[in-house]
């Protein structure tokens, strides 16, 4: 299996403040990678898919990068809205596999 | 628009069968995976397995022995079953859609989730 390591577990941030999250794979996945947000109680929503692409809807403060083993999650502008636990998942090869999580809240 | 509901039991004494269903409203069934995911209390996201319409299926090794995913294509739904649930099993678990976009796999559709306890 793929482990997916994610750092920080946790962290506290301001709104307007800028977020980065990393996720590692542990091996390389190409840029079959994937962020989701998830708030408490709902279910996990994609906001970056393929590393990079953000998906329909979601505001353009969001971000992703990186391929093969190392890879990024930025915020920009951090919003109240944006207080949630976010994950990242690789899609190269089954099982497919979620880091720990990370969650961000409010300092 | 696409929607995921899903239902089943909540509650099961240990050694018994867990199963729940999970139906598609709007957009097409066929041409994608339908997965099941669960996440423990307090804990990160598991991939259990999937199906497509043509009832191939591919599961997670760590949980194979004890599932089956199924698909009833006439009425838009996917099913899961785990036998022998031990409290280990406690968890929320969603169904949702995988879909291939700009080379690459994610889960853009997910089901409101179902909390199951395992407890005697």
């Known amino acids: 299996d793929i482990q997916m390591t994610q750092s920080p577990s946790s962290l506290s941030a301001s709104v307007g403040d800028r977020v980065t999250i990393t996720c590692r794979a542990s091996?390389?996945?190409?840029?079959?990678l994937n962020w989701y947000q998830q708030k408490p109680g709902k279910a996990p929503k994609l906001l970056i898919y393929?590393?990079?692409s953000l998906q329909s809807g979601v505001p353009s403060r969001f971000s992703g990068s990186g391929s093969g083993t190392d890879f990024t999650l930025t915020i920009n502008s951090l919003q109240s809205e944006d207080f949630a636990t976010y994950h990242c998942?690789?899609?190269?090869?089954?099982?497919?596999?979620f880091g720990q999580g990370t969650k961000v809240d409010i300092k | 628009q696409v929607q995921l509901q899903q239902w089943g039991a909540g509650l099961l004494k240990p050694s018994e069968t867990l199963s729940l269903t999970c139906a598609v409203y709007?957009?097409?069934?066929?041409?994608?995976?339908w997965s099941w995911i669960r996440q423990p209390p307090g804990k990160g996201l598991e991939w259990i397995g999937e199906?497509?319409?043509?009832?191939?299926?591919n599961y997670n090794p760590s949980l194979k022995s004890r599932v089956t995913i199924s698909v009833a294509t006439s009425k838009n739904q996917i099913s899961l079953k785990l036998t022998s649930v031990t409290a280990a099993d406690t968890a929320v678990y969603y169904c949702?859609?995988?879909?291939?976009?700009?080379?690459?796999?994610?889960?853009?559709?997910w089901g409101q989730g179902a909390l199951v306890t395992v407890s005697s």
């Open positions: 998942q690789q899609s190269y090869s089954t099982p497919w596999t």
């Open positions: 709007g957009g097409s069934f066929s041409g994608y995976y």
């Open positions: 091996q390389s996945i190409n840029n079959y």
């Open positions: 949702a859609r995988f879909r291939w976009a700009n080379n690459g796999y994610s889960f853009d559709y």
């Open positions: 393929a590393a990079s």
């Open positions: 199906v497509n319409h043509g009832e191939s299926t």
